[in-house]
């Protein structure tokens, strides 16, 4: 394992869309062509399946440095309502695109620190969507808590406007590790809000678990892992921490790469915390998930309806994801689109009744074709090109791509597909790279992703 980590431990997109972000064709890009093609699939879809909702709550009071994602840090709460407000026009701009009332099955609040915003601000939000829209008969909505300030009135305000999923991100219980993430949490607060939760009726509660973190070694792993254990989250996100610090905004740069444990320790780390979860009763979902039998991504698992886009894994599939707030991304399936990230310009824009996206990338049918391949690798570790809508004349380089992988006994090629090994799996990344055209017809010529390991 430990060559085939040093073989394999390159750069690499974590493929929550394809094409991914930095591959998008900007230039043939355009707002009308990105509305027809969303108009057209929610026509397609909102009846049948509904649509998801992604709410981007860009707000924390502090700096998590391991973090990512875009936010802005202040103290300052009075920013909480003229944001809702902007969101609630956003939302109004769809909802007069799309013209029916549409039917939301899945809803995230993600962020930022969504319980930045009080718990009345958030119920506020949710009834103003919904008086634009109907909820689906089997809907799920959740949020992204933070233990230190998710309190009982937000888990009770959040349950009442139809929550039943919260995650809270843990990272990791070891001292020295959460102050050079800037993340100090006690394992007491998330066994109290995690309790909080179950009290209140939440059917689903999920801890996010990060390895690979600066100063991270395998006890602080096993520590985390055995704490974990005793509050039986019923979902994990057990995974590698993104060391990207060339992204404008993050706080990666308080440490260097020589602060981190190398890819065979990560990898290490991973197969111990792994085999930890495993004998306790969680099941490996996709990449880096796992979940309790009686959680239902593990249902849509065995089921074949994982699916997987800009908010992670889903336990169904949406032609249709919007994605409301700045920075946010839309995926009508046939075309991606990106709102704007700052939010003053974000705002601006709503103020003058423009749907504020500045980029995005219309799916060739090409795309098309290799997206279904790739979701199929991320979902559920196997695709196939038997059927005629999947393949097309570039399936031939693709295969050329594989003989390696298959060498090292990662998959099993057969005439109408292939399938990811046990040995495969923790090199799922480097094996859907194979099938990125866009990845091939042009290496990136400065670091753009991630390690895959």
């Known amino acids: 394992m430990c060559t085939l980590v040093q073989k394999y431990n390159i750069p690499g997109p974590r493929y929550t869309s394809y094409p991914t972000v930095p591959y998008w064709n900007t230039t043939s890009f355009s707002g009308d062509k990105w509305k027809t093609t969303l108009k057209q699939s929610f026509i397609e879809s909102n009846a049948t399946e509904g649509i998801s909702l992604y709410i981007h709550l860009p707000f924390c009071e502090s700096m998590c440095t391991f973090c990512g994602c875009h936010k802005r840090i202040t103290k300052r709460h009075d920013v909480e309502q003229p944001y809702i407000n902007s969101v609630l026009k956003e939302w109004q701009l769809y909802c007069e695109l799309f013209g029916d009332k549409p039917i939301v099955k899945e809803l995230h609040l993600g962020g930022g620190t969504p319980t930045f915003f009080s718990a009345e601000n958030l119920k506020y939000l949710i009834n103003g969507i919904f008086k634009k829209a109907k909820k689906a008969k089997d809907y799920e909505f959740s949020f992204e808590g933070h233990p230190n300030n998710t309190t009982h009135k937000h888990l009770q305000a959040l349950y009442e406007v139809g929550f039943r999923r919260v995650s809270y991100g843990v990272q ?37 678990i990060i390895f690979g973190l600066p100063h991270q070694n395998m006890e602080h792993v096993k520590t985390t892992i055995l704490k974990t254990k005793e509050l039986m989250p019923d979902r994990l996100a057990f995974y590698s921490y993104a060391h990207v610090p060339w992204l404008k905004g993050n706080g990666q740069r308080g440490y260097d790469e020589a602060d981190l444990p190398s ?160 040995k495969g799996r923790p090199f799922i990344r480097n094996i859907c790279m194979a099938f990125d055209l866009l990845l091939h017809q042009k290496q990136p010529e400065t670091r753009l992703f991630s390690m895959t390991v």
């Open 263 to 422: 890819g065979n320790e990560k990898r290490n780390q991973y197969e111990t915390g792994k085999k930890l979860l495993a004998e306790v009763g969680y099941h490996e979902i996709g990449m880096d998930h796992f979940a309790l039998k009686q959680d239902e991504l593990y249902s849509s698992m065995d089921s074949g309806n994982l699916h997987r886009n800009f908010m992670g894994y889903t336990a169904s599939k949406t032609q249709v994801m919007v994605g409301l707030g700045a920075s946010s991304i839309s995926d009508s399936w046939y075309s991606f689109a990106q709102n704007v990230k700052s939010i003053e310009e974000y705002k601006h824009l709503i103020e003058n009744n423009i749907i504020p996206i500045y980029r995005g990338h219309i799916l060739s049918e090409e795309d098309q074709l290799v997206r279904r391949h790739i979701l199929n690798l991320m979902c559920q570790f196997e695709t196939n090109w038997h059927r005629e809508d999947m393949q097309n004349q570039t399936i031939g380089a693709i295969k050329e791509r594989l003989i390696e992988f298959e060498a090292d006994e990662l998959i099993v090629v057969s005439p109408n597909g292939l399938k990811v090994t046990e």
């Open 172 to 208: 990791d219980y070891n001292p020295t590790v959460q102050k050079a993430i800037h993340r100090i949490q006690s394992f007491e607060n998330v066994k109290a809000v995690t309790e909080m939760a179950r009290e209140i009726g939440y059917t689903s509660v999920g801890h996010d």
